[in-house]
């Protein structure tokens, strides 16, 4: 049996969805691409509704897992995902940008704490 979220989300509280998103990266270009991410990624994808709830990466700097939000289901963000990977400003910030990322995984999660 899942575990229910400690403190339930009102009838009344718009639906949000989360993804955890899991990169494996080149130890060498870890600090480059956390740069990268808070200066030019994460900005634009909040100005499209998106929130970064929090952003970790591991000791070895081989790996970097954020979750990020937004209100709506879960076909709703994937729209907005696929409006957001298709878009020109996307295309933009990482045109000529180094090849940081190695290994995706990304999933919807819901938070239980």
């Known amino acids: ?3 229910q979220p400690e ?14 998103r899991r990169y494996a990266l080149d130890p060498a270009l870890a600090q480059e691409f956390v740069g990268f991410l808070t200066k030019k990624v ?4 909040e100005e499209r ?8 990466l591991s000791d070895g ?3 970097l897992t954020w979750f990020v939000s937004r209100f709506g289901d879960r076909e709703e963000f994937a729209q907005a995902e ?3 990977e298709e878009s020109p400003e996307r295309a933009e910030i990482f045109a000529g940008a180094p090849a940081y990322v190695t290994a995706k995984d990304l999933r919807p999660v819901t938070r239980l704490r």
Request: aromatic fraction near 12%.
């Open 49 to 56: 509704g998106f929130t970064v709830e929090s952003m970790w």
């Open 42 to 45: 994460i900005p634009a994808r």
């Open 82 to 84: 696929k409006e957001w």
């Open 7 to 20: 403190h339930p989300r009102p009838n009344d509280a718009p639906e949000r969805t989360t993804y955890m």
């Open 1 to 3: 049996m899942a575990a």
């Open 61 to 63: 700097m081989d790996e």
